[in-house]
């Protein structure tokens, strides 16, 4: 129940593509899994600074970059995952 309540998944996204929020008390993280050959551009929830922690080509524990408020969206690359948290 507590992680239905947590869960939010994203409507209106590409084929194949699938993307949702987990909200905690201290974060939430922003999840996307593209499965199309191509990347996708897809918009990033109204945050603050998010920072991407998992994409195509690395994985941490830290941030590999930020993004701010005026980035809108983000890329996704083909065959891919993207995890960003936003503190």
Known sequence: EEVQQALHF????????VAFTIETEDE???VVYNANPKA?????PEKAQWEICIDADK????????????TV?????GISCLVAVHR
């Open 40 to 44: 996708v551009r897809i918009a990033l």
């Open 10 to 17: 994203v409507d209106n996204l590409p084929k194949n593509v």
């Open 59 to 70: 994985a941490s524990d830290k941030a590999i970059r930020n993004l701010t408020a005026k």
């Open 28 to 30: 939430t993280l922003f």
């Open 73 to 77: 969206q983000v890329e996704v690359q």
